[in-house]
């Protein structure tokens, strides 16, 4: 039974700075965009609509029987644009969570999708996303790679204290690779588009931290996969692989 009070909401741009166009990009047979809404359905925890700008992603999104709402073409980051969708899908206000699935999750699991809720079960949550444990030394150094840094809650939880590119913490002891899924509270969503970019966001470019700075509080749940999210040719020709044998 899809719960009436979320929101997945996958936005979408053709204007990818290093793969223009990577929406719609084939892989086994299907535009990307059609795997990571495809996946979202499954997980079946909402109502799933593709946000985007550009009217060829809004036409193969419901050629392949999906939802699409259009968005300005100014947002300056995904976050503003699923804010703009939500305000045209509930106007009234009934949805209370709102997913934030990056579009160039193809390889992203059903089973990590459903993860990231469970944090919001705590009221003082804002926002829940995911990690995973670092286990090769080159996603350790790489900047690529943000690394959530947070203190332990119990089992597979973990209250996010900073996010950075950097290699961190250090000493003897487990890092965390951050994975881009975001479920925030309504609430919490519509206080974090309304606030200026904050000093340590611009200076990692790390998004995130815009929350953490203005007090907001981020949890995350420890999954054991990391989704391959598709931002060069490279990453692409992975991704196929990966899906032409699934």
Known sequence: MIDPRILVLI???????????????DIAGLPMIVHVMRRAEAAGIGRVAVATDTAEIASVVTAHGGEAVMTSPAHPSGSDRIHEAMQKLDPD???????????????????????????????????????SQIHTTEEDLAPS?????GTSLGGRRMRALYFTRATAPTGDGPRYHHIGL???RRAALERYVSLPPSPLELQEKLEQLRAL??????DFTIVDTVPRGVDTPADLETARGILSKS
């Open 11 to 25: 936005p979408a741009r053709m204007a990818a700075t290093r793969l223009p166009g990577k929406p719609l990009a």
């Open 93 to 131: 206000g009934k949805a209370e969570i709102v997913v934030n699935l990056q579009g160039d999750f193809p390889t992203i699991t059903v089973d990590n999708i459903r993860e990231v809720l469970p944090p919001l079960q705590d009221p003082a949550v804002d926002i829940a996303t995911l990690a």
């Open 145 to 149: 790679v943000v690394k959530a840094i």
């Open 182 to 184: 975001y479920a925030y």
């Open 213 to 218: 700075e203005a007090g907001m509080r981020i």
